[in-house]
Structures are given as structure tokens and as C-alpha cells.
């Protein structure tokens, strides 16, 4: 008998979507225009609680905005992690700045120990500026990616962010509604710690639009700028004047109203991933070679994505992959790290261990909002096969 196919992770479209986009439709707004796009960015604001929202053609556009925003020029460094999509990395490099690659911790995000250490020992800090003795670049932020759906040890990088004076741009785009539920951040969202932070409703994100972000912050004049620089820095809508090299990085009416149907489904989206996962859990401990990673402690994670660790390594990791697959199930291994990537082997990295051992030993398992208990159990016996 040929068993169902499991993906991965696939969009779940079931609540007003259609109803939403099918109005987008009828009365014509498909562009930039259009109230579903201002009424998106004010939802998602008050859901995470943040000033306001900036909505964006997707993710990279995002952390793109954001990391003009800060303030980084083609002379600076940004201080990013080398386990993330290379998407968080690439904006860097369109302004011509330059990545300097951090290791992990343990939730899989960026070692907020290495991170100070780095700014210690590594680099000159006058009081104001902080530079890299052995580039002699100025580094103005650094780039946290909440890898996953969990949480960065935010609590730490926003100490070591302060006394080094250096931006925080966090990449949420894997986490729009993990929050702290603990400690000094208790009830603030990943996203909103920082200086600004970026959604990304990509189709295999816990909401999705199709393609689209978010961009969110507290500061006013980020949420002043970021609307300007997305649409083309236009200063007179009758004459056409621009102040500035701008961007079409606005939303559509038409995606923003598929990301307001599954706004109204996040909740449920996040109740259904924590069973599935705790699911996952249960039938998985105390099973020899492998075991399921935690979320951060004193976190409420929106469980995106589960990481089967394989004690065992890369071998078994690779032949797990491959007998998923004979059964149907698609899984997946940690991205490639990035600062073994092609366009970055020459970049500045710095004391990467855990990174390279996570991505030798982890395998993405199926996460769906869609996916069914029998589902999980059926993954679980082909893991038990061997
Ligand atoms: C999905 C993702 C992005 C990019 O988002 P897009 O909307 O696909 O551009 C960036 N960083 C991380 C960590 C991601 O997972």
C-alpha cells in the first residue's frame, strides 16, 4: 500500500481567506491601494504589541528596509548567524556592507556568550563606536534570526546591544507569535525587542500571504522611514518627487487579504503545532539516537518548525532523510551554514563549533497546521524502523 504523502510544511487556507481576497477581487483593489493592506499592519501590530507595522513584498525585503534603518552604510560590518536561512544574510551584502559570522547556542540562535566575547576581545569600542580590530569596519547591528520559531537569548543580546551601542534588527520571521512568558522581556513578542523586527508570510511560514512581510517597531520614526523607503521615497504624490533611492516594496491589497483570513487562524495555527509537537515528544523520548529539541525555556514558542536531533550524525541523518522519503515523508536537514556558502567563504567569521554540529545532526520533521495525530504516528514508526 502506497501511504499518503507528508510535506513538510504547506499552507493551511481553510478560514476567510478566500471570502477576503474574493472581495479584493470584486471591487478592484489588487495593487499597493486598498484598505486590506492598512488594516493587515494595524492587526499585526496590536497583536504583538508593537507601535506599528510596515508591510513589505516579503521577508529579505524586510531585512533589507531594516537594516537601512539602523543606519548601516557600505563601510560597515553587521554581526550575523551563520545557522539561518540566507535570506537573513543576503541584505547585508545589497548594501555592501559586510557579515561577520556568529556561532549558536543551544537554541539553535545566535550565542549571545560568543557575541560578547567577540565584542570584547575582537574589537575597539571608544565609548560610542564599535569596531573590528581586523577589518577596522565600524559595526552598527547585529542580526538576530529566531531560529525555527524559537526564541534568542534576547534578555542577553539586548544587555551586550547596549553596552557595545549596536542596532538590533530581529529576523521573526520564523517566529511571529513565540513571546516571552518569563523574566525581565515577560509578554513581549520576538519581532519587538530590538530596534526593529521582520515577518515573513513566505508560503511555508506559520501564516503565509503567498509571499509577503512585515516590518515592526517601536520607534516612530523606523515606522516613518520604513513606509517611505517601500514606496519609492516619494515626498509629492501629484508631481513625483522623491528625496530618495526608493523601493517597490510595498504589500498588494490581494496578499493582504490572505494574511488577514490567517491572522484570524494564528492562534490555532500555534495550539495545533505545540500538540503536534508534544505529540511528536512523547512518542519520541527515551527512543535510543534520537530525541526532540526543546523550545526556550520561559518562551511561549509558535512551535513552526520541529528538530529531530540524530546522535548519531551526519551519516544517520542522511540515510533518515532517504528512508523518509521511501515512506513518503518529506523531511529535511538544516540549511547549508552560511559562512561555508559560495559568496561568503571569505567573509570574517568567528569560533563556529555548535553551529557545524547542529547541522550535522538535525532533521526537520513534518510540522503542517494540517497534519493529522495517525500522521505524526506514521513518522514516528518509520523513525523506529531500523
Ligand atoms: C523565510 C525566511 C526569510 C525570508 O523571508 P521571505 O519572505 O521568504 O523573503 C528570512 N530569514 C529566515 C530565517 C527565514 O526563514
Request: aromatic share 10%; hydrophobic share 35%; with cysteine.
Amino acid at each position: 500500500m502506497q501511504d499518503g504523502f507528508i510535506p513538510l510544511s504547506v499552507p493551511n487556507l481553510k478560514g476567510n481567506e478566500l471570502q477576503y481576497v474574493t472581495a479584493a477581487v470584486e471591487t478592484e483593489w489588487v495593487s499597493t491601494g486598498g484598505p486590506y493592506v492598512n488594516d493587515f499592519e494595524s492587526k499585526l501590530a496590536a497583536y504583538v504589541q508593537a507601535k506599528g507595522a510596515v508591510s513589505c513584498q516579503n521577508g529579505t525585503s524586510g531585512l533589507h528596509i531594516s537594516l537601512l534603518l539602523t543606519g548601516v552604510t557600505s563601510e560597515d560590518a553587521v554581526i550575523v548567524p551563520t545557522l539561518t536561512f540566507i535570506a537573513a544574510v543576503n541584505p547585508v551584502k545589497y548594501i555592501g556592507a559586510e557579515p561577520i559570522f556568529m556561532d549558536c547556542d543551544d537554541s539553535l540562535c545566535m550565542d549571545p556568550l560568543k557575541l560578547e566575547r567577540f565584542c570584547r576581545e575582537e574589537c575597539d569600542f571608544d565609548g560610542e563606536i564599535l569596531r573590528d580590530k581586523q577589518t577596522g569596519r565600524r559595526i552598527r547591528a547585529v542580526l538576530v534570526v529566531h531560529i525555527f520559531g524559537n526564541m534568542a537569548d534576547m534578555e542577553k543580546i539586548m544587555d551586550i546591544a547596549k553596552a557595545y551601542h549596536l542596532q538590533i534588527v530581529e529576523d521573526a520571521t520564523e517566529a511571529i507569535g513565540t513571546y516571552y512568558t518569563e523574566g525581565a522581556l515577560k509578554g513581549k513578542y520576538a519581532g519587538t525587542i530590538g530596534d526593529v523586527g521582520v515577518y515573513s508570510f513566505n508560503g511555508n511560514k506559520i501564516i503565509t500571504t503567498g509571499g509577503g512581510g512585515m516590518m515592526v517597531s517601536d520607534r516612530e520614526e523606523f515606522l516613518k522611514e520604513a513606509r517611505h523607503l517601500t514606496t519609492q521615497a516619494k515626498t509629492d504624490e501629484l508631481y513625483y518627487i522623491h528625496d530618495k533611492i526608493g523601493y517597490n516594496y510595498r504589500m498588494t491589497n490581494l496578499q493582504a487579504a490572505l494574511g488577514l483570513g490567517q491572522m484570524e487562524q494564528l492562534e490555532k495555527f500555534i495550539e495545533t503545532k505545540s500538540q503536534n509537537y508534544a505529540l511528536y515528544q512523547s512518542l519520541i523520548d527515551g527512543m535510543e539516537g534520537y530525541s526532540i529539541l526543546p523550545f526556550r525555556q520561559g518562551t511561549r514558542s509558535n512551535h513552526w518548525f520541529y528538530s529531530l536531533l540524530c546522535a548519531e550524525g551526519r551519516q544517520v541523518r542522511d540515510e533518515l532523510i532517504s528512508r523518509f522519503s521511501e515512506h513518503n515523508i518529506q523531511t529535511r536537514p538544516i540549511w547549508g551554514l552560511i559562512h561555508q556558502q559560495k559568496p561568503y567563504v571569505n567573509s570574517r567569521s568567528y569560533q563556529i563549533e555548535r553551529a557545524a554540529y547542529y547541522w550535522e545532526h538535525v532533521v526537520n520533521l513534518p510540522c503542517s497546521t494540517s497534519l493529522q495525530t495517525e500522521q505524526v504516528r506514521r513518522v514516528v514508526e518509520v523513525l523506529q524502523a531500523r
